[in-house]
């Protein structure tokens, strides 16, 4: 098995991992979701950038599937929060996360282009 076949099956462990947290962590009461920043904003951001940048390594996510995947899951899990207590629903949060995915995405393709730059050189 070769270091990039390596390194694409542990982002797609990684993006798997990513989703299912983002997930837990978006359907959680509002007293049990632990907090990291001040602004639930930059938590969406942060999380949803994160998620994006190793998710978008699976087959049939990548590209502007896995933003447009993202930002209907966002959509979707605010929209549950009405009903979850200590949570509210929020368009800025969705808006947040949907930017999330965008920058999630932009640095995966960067890193994409730089690892198989250097590979490359690595091989000659």
């Known amino acids: 098995?070769?270091?990039?076949?390596i390194g694409r099956r542990l982002f797609q462990a990684a993006g798997v991992i990513c989703?299912?947290?983002v997930a837990v962590l978006?359907?959680?009461?509002?007293?049990?979701?632990p907090h990291v920043f001040g602004s639930g904003n930059i938590e969406h951001l942060i999380a949803y950038a994160g998620a994006t940048f190793f998710a978008s390594s699976l087959p049939g996510l990548r590209g502007w599937r896995i933003?447009?995947?993202?930002?209907?899951a966002s959509?979707?899990?605010e929209g549950l929060q009405m009903f979850?207590?200590?949570?509210?629903?929020g368009l800025d949060n969705w808006l947040?996360?949907?930017l999330g995915a965008m920058i999630g995405l932009a640095l995966a393709r960067a890193f994409a282009t730089v690892a198989?730059?250097?590979?490359?050189?690595?091989?000659?």
């Open 1 to 5: 098995m070769d270091v990039e076949r």
């Open 19 to 21: 989703l299912v947290i």
């Open 26 to 33: 978006s359907v959680l009461p509002g007293a049990d979701r």
């Open 67 to 72: 933003v447009l995947l993202l930002s209907a």
């Open 75 to 77: 959509l979707v899990f």
């Open 84 to 89: 979850i207590p200590g949570r509210s629903p």
């Open 96 to 98: 947040a996360s949907t």
């Open 116 to 124: 198989r730059t250097t590979l490359s050189i690595a091989s000659r």
